[in-house]
């Protein structure tokens, strides 16, 4: 059966425990069940929107891997790809609350998980084909070193064809033996890759560069056609080869978890330019999308419909 996919993503998708109350994690008694991963986050976030989506990946033959397989049907996401590995368990997290806008706790329990054992192995050419995007970030190639050469297969089959990639940084020092060893391979992945969006932070870890526009022009000269930075509350700052600027945050009354706020970035600005939108409207959804998900608890609860973001859009052109 052919299939045709506006995105395909890939990564790891672990069941999420959110504490009820505040405090330490092993003081907290009381947990609500949610989703959780990077990519599966934009995964969700891009499929909301209407595009077509498939995930790629591996879960354990396990409750909670049933539960991500359960999420992806509920999500409207094509699951084709996603294998059930009887040897190894579906991975999970645990997330503190916070009340005060600061990143909460969270603990990984992931070691071994089905799919840090990713590899060439689930590479299928015709599936990859069959989609006209691909997004990547930074976790997925940190989990293992067979998960990191799928990475760049993926990145250099879509690269051979002439499509478009995105690429998160999504920076997990501990998962990587050490911090040259990540910069370099994270770097080597943003080269083949037409749209990459670092925070302030990351870029500064994986460039050396300090400021906003010295970390887009790195990339740039990497051969990326276009870079934004992301700097929490004061927005984002964007450069092309023929443009930049920065764009203000969208204000918000209210930060309830921050988990998840460069994953809606990235669903906000990847959607805009894959409608053919100018770089301008898609730092601004982008921002827009990012300020949602940080004002529900978990960490893709925020991401809107098609019809809530072009509400929400119309209402903005209004003012």
């Known amino acids: 059966m052919s299939i045709s996919l506006d995105v395909l993503t890939y990564g790891e998708a672990m069941a999420l425990f959110v504490a009820d ?18 990519d599966l986050n934009v995964a969700i976030g891009l499929s909301r929107l209407g595009f077509g989506v498939g995930y790629l990946s591996r ?51 992931r070691k071994g998980s089905a799919a840090s054992h990713l590899s060439l192995d689930d590479f299928d050419a015709a599936y990859v084909g069959a989609a006209r995007h691909l997004h990547l970030t930074g976790v997925a190639p940190a989990i293992s ?29 501990t998962l990587w033996p050490s911090r040259e060893t990540m910069a ?15 925070g302030l932070g990351e870029g500064v870890a994986l460039t050396g560069y300090d400021t906003p526009e010295d970390i ?28 930049s600027g920065y764009v203000a945050a969208q204000p918000v009354g209210n930060v309830v978890d921050t988990v998840g706020a460069g994953d809606g970035f990235a669903v906000g600005v990847v959607s805009a330019l894959l409608e053919g939108r100018d770089w301008l409207t898609a730092v601004t959804r982008g921002n827009r999308i990012g300020a949602l998900a ?5 960490d893709s609860e925020g991401l809107p419909t098609r019809a809530e973001l072009e509400r929400i859009e119309t209402s903005a052109a209004s003012v």
């Open 59 to 109: 879960v354990g033959a396990d409750a909670f891997g049933r539960y991500v397989l359960a999420t992806l049907a509920s999500e409207g996401i094509d699951a084709s790809h996603v294998s059930v590995d009887p040897r190894y368990p579906t991975g999970f997290q645990m997330k503190g609350k916070q009340t005060d806008g600061r990143d909460p706790a969270v603990e990984y329990f």
């Open 216 to 243: 887009a022009r790195f990339y740039l000269d990497q051969g990326s056609r276009g870079v934004i930075v992301k700097l929490g509350a004061q927005g984002a700052y964007f450069r092309t080869a023929d443009e």
């Open 145 to 173: 070193a067979t998960s990191r050469e799928l990475a760049f297969r993926l990145a250099e089959s879509m690269r051979e064809q002439g499509k478009t990639i995105s690429f998160d940084p999504n920076l997990r020092p």
């Open 21 to 38: 109350e505040t405090g330490p994690l092993e003081s907290v008694e009381h947990f609500t069940r949610r989703i959780a991963g990077a």
């Open 184 to 198: 370099a391979t994270l770097n080597a992945l943003a080269a083949l890759s037409d749209w990459v969006l670092p």
């Open 294 to 298: 940080i004002q529900v608890i978990g």
